[in-house]
């Protein structure tokens, strides 16, 4: 048995899973808002009532918005504001007694996908958060790529490639402080403006979505303008990693259209005569992170 906890902004789940994946116990609570010492305790007290499954003391894994800042292990670039600047991992292991594992959401849904779910049959995973953000993680043999930075597979923060910045018209700002990054477009918030500035369009990224299944014309083209978005950004990262799957999450992975149309767009953006990357809707969706933060140990692993 193993624990994964995911940490989120209004949610934390934790999960105790088998050594095949199994779920065998799962505990949601609220997270408490904006207090980080209350989201300490939170977190505490689920992983106590989950460590009671078994004598000994089972391994935990936790995903978190944001990452740790290196070599000082201080959170950073969390939604959550109340992580940043704070030694989470420092704090929860003096308060457990133990060591833990602790990663960004996205590589946490990277691994539960690679282990479990759709890419369980890959060598190459390459999982891709589109929600309220964009982010990824880089999986290679089931085991997670991170980098000296801990960085590896944010490719949200690069900018978008020139065939991208050709079909909007003015330049996005980001929260990082860049202009034009990916997630400017690809994320909820992007797809939101899009419609807006181009369609004369209102609505959330779902909403849009929504309209189009609806027959809305605006709707349609303007979904049909984000699969051409999408398959250039994603184009870059196959030339680079040559993935053997694409998986995607987060709330706008529900958008069937991507499935069909974004393969075909990547053709012609690819260095090769035939796309064989697949891409993929997630097996587990909103349950990958605490599943995925559980792999972040090996199976049976005891602390």
């Known amino acids: 048995m193993r624990i994964g906890v995911d940490l989120g902004g209004t949610k934390i789940e934790g999960v105790l899973i088998s050594d095949v994946g199994e779920v065998e116990d799962k505990i949601r609570r609220d997270t408490p808002a904006d207090n980080y010492d209350n ?38 670039n969390c939604n959550s504001v109340c992580l940043n600047d704070r030694a989470l991992k420092k704090d929860l292991e003096q308060r457990l007694g133990y060591e833990i594992r602790l990663e960004n959401d996205a590589n946490c849904f990277a691994l539960s996908e690679a282990h479990y779910g759709a890419g369980k049959d890959s060598s190459t995973v390459f999982g891709v958060i589109i929600g309220t953000g964009t982010g990824g993680g880089i999986v290679i043999n089931r085991k997670l790529l991170t980098g000296p930075n801990r ?40 797809l939101k403006q899009t419609f807006q500035e181009g369609f004369d369009g209102e609505g959330e990224a779902v909403a849009i979505a929504h309209l189009a299944d609806g027959g809305d014309q605006a709707a349609i083209e ?13 184009a870059t990262v196959v030339n680079v990693i040559d993935p053997d799957i694409i998986i995607l999450g987060g709330g706008l992975s529900n958008i069937t259209e991507l499935y069909t149309s974004v393969p075909k767009e990547m053709q012609d953006f690819v260095f090769t005569d035939t796309l064989l990357t697949e891409l993929s809707p997630p097996s587990f969706g909103d349950a990958s992170g605490a599943r995925g933060a559980a792999c972040l140990w090996p199976p049976r692993v005891l602390i």
């Not at 800042?69 to 959170?75: C, D, E, L, Q, R």
């Not at 990082?176 to 990054?181: D, E, M, T, Y």
């Not at 303007?222 to 994603?234: E, G, K, P, T, V």
Request: one cysteine or more; charged letters at 20%.
């Open 39 to 76: 989201t300490l305790d939170a977190l505490c007290s689920l992983i106590e009532e989950l460590q009671t499954f078994d004598k000994t003391p089972l391994s935990v894994g936790i995903g978190t918005p944001g990452t740790l800042s290196m070599p000082g292990g201080i959170m950073k």
């Open 151 to 190: 960085i590896a597979g944010e490719w949200g923060h690069n900018s978008v490639p020139a065939t991208v910045r050709e079909l909007f018209d003015a330049d996005r700002s980001c929260y990082c402080g860049r202009l034009n990054c990916i997630e400017t477009v690809l994320s909820g918030r992007g």
């Open 222 to 234: 303007c979904i049909r303008l984000y699969c051409q978005q999408l398959a250039r950004c994603l």
